[in-house]
């Protein structure tokens, strides 16, 4: 039986700090409910589209945020 691939995703309850996270690897914080991810430039961006929603498919590996 294939397995599915499990992401998981670093989390806390605040803005996340650059310094504890590599490039590219993305943090979620659960109070305000944000996505950020580490940019090449070494500070954490925050992953939005327009209208203040999240810009990515809020399923990742069968989590619903």
């Known amino acids: 039986m294939a397995r599915i691939a499990k ?17 590219a690897e993305p943090a979620w914080d659960k109070t305000a409910g944000k996505l950020y991810i580490k940019n090449a430039a070494g500070t954490m961006v925050e992953i939005a589209g327009g209208g203040g929603s999240v810009g990515v498919d809020p399923v990742i590996a069968g989590m619903i945020f």
Not at 8 to 19: K, V
Request: hydrophobic share 40%; aromatic share 6%; glycine share 12%.
């Open 7 to 23: 992401i998981l995703i670093r989390n806390g309850t605040t803005a996340p700090s650059a310094g504890d996270f590599d490039v």
